[in-house]
């Protein structure tokens, strides 16, 4: 029981982990938490299952078509929900804004893809038990994920440009970085990670249109425990966050396993608001 608490907690926490980064890596250069990030998940699914199983496409090319596809959704998000929001005086319509793309996401996946889940490819011929392609396909996804994203950065121009939008942005302009154009690139790379990982969770999650409102919860308590903007706190969160629920499925199931996340949740919230791994927010007085 221990064993097939930690290859599927891992598994899962893996996924949350990864739409933890994708919300992050949408905040960092805009200061908007996108709730599109779960519905970014979903997508990776659904369009995984369209290019590979109905459209016949080999995998490596179905994957990339997948993650063209969610980038360009990820710059669409930026275009639609995000832009027009930072122009206003009142930045928090954001939270109306995302979530209203969000829902339509949704809604037109259901119409034009199916309200039943549907099955995902396999990808890999590895062998059952805990070694399964679906214990340690997202595993192995958000430890390429985290690495190529400290590569990118520490060791680029452009990755250090997001991180000095992302540490101010006013003072990132005036040394004419083009902000707008980094804020668009950051949503699609928001939207190719957060593709990633409703690809690389195909066979757990299936593709199924309402996985994105579950993962938009469980890929943001990642970013709550770990630090807002900390992708490393967002991998360690999104494990143990995998870990404990798996853990609670087996002791307690259904909807008291739900609760006891929500539980552990405000506890930590209660204990920690900047979240385990984040620091003090600085206040302008």
Not at 43 to 64: E, N
Not at 98 to 119: C, D, N, R, Y
Not at 184 to 202: D, E, K, Q, T, W
């Amino acid at each position: 029981m221990l064993a097939s608490i930690l290859a599927s907690g891992l598994a899962v926490g893996a996924i949350y982990a990864l739409i933890g980064i994708a919300y992050n890596t949408m905040f960092s250069t805009s200061r908007v938490m996108s709730f599109t990030a779960g519905q970014l998940g979903m997508l990776g699914g659904v369009f995984g299952s369209l290019f590979i199983l109905r459209m016949g496409f080999p995998p490596v090319l179905g994957f990339l078509a997948m993650i063209a596809c969610c980038a360009l959704v990820g710059v669409i998000t930026e275009f639609v929900a995000v832009r027009p929001v930072l122009k206003s005086l009142d930045q928090h319509l954001y939270v109306l804004s995302t979530l209203a793309l969000a829902l339509m996401i949704q809604q037109v996946t259901a119409i034009e893809w199916s309200t039943e889940p549907q099955p995902f490819p396999r990808l890999f011929s590895s062998g059952g038990g805990f070694i399964e392609e679906k214990f340690w396909l997202p595993v192995a996804a958000c430890a390429i994920t985290i690495v190529g994203l400290e590569f990118l950065y520490r060791k680029t121009l452009v990755g250090r440009a997001f991180l000095a939008i992302a540490e101010d942005n006013f003072a990132a302009r005036a040394l004419g970085l083009p902000e707008r154009n980094l804020r668009i690139a950051s949503y699609a790379l928001a939207g190719a990670i957060g593709g990633l990982a409703g690809f690389a969770g195909g066979q757990l999650l299936l593709a199924f249109f309402a996985n994105g409102p579950l993962l938009n919860f469980y890929g943001f308590v990642p970013v709550a425990l770990g630090g807002l903007g900390n992708n490393r706190g967002a991998v360690i969160g999104g494990l143990a966050l995998g870990i404990f629920q798996q853990a609670a499925n087996f002791l307690v199931g259904g909807i008291f396993s739900s609760v006891a996340v929500f539980s552990l949740f405000i506890i930590v919230l209660l204990i920690a608001p900047q979240g385990l791994f984040g620091g003090q927010a600085a206040r302008r007085v």
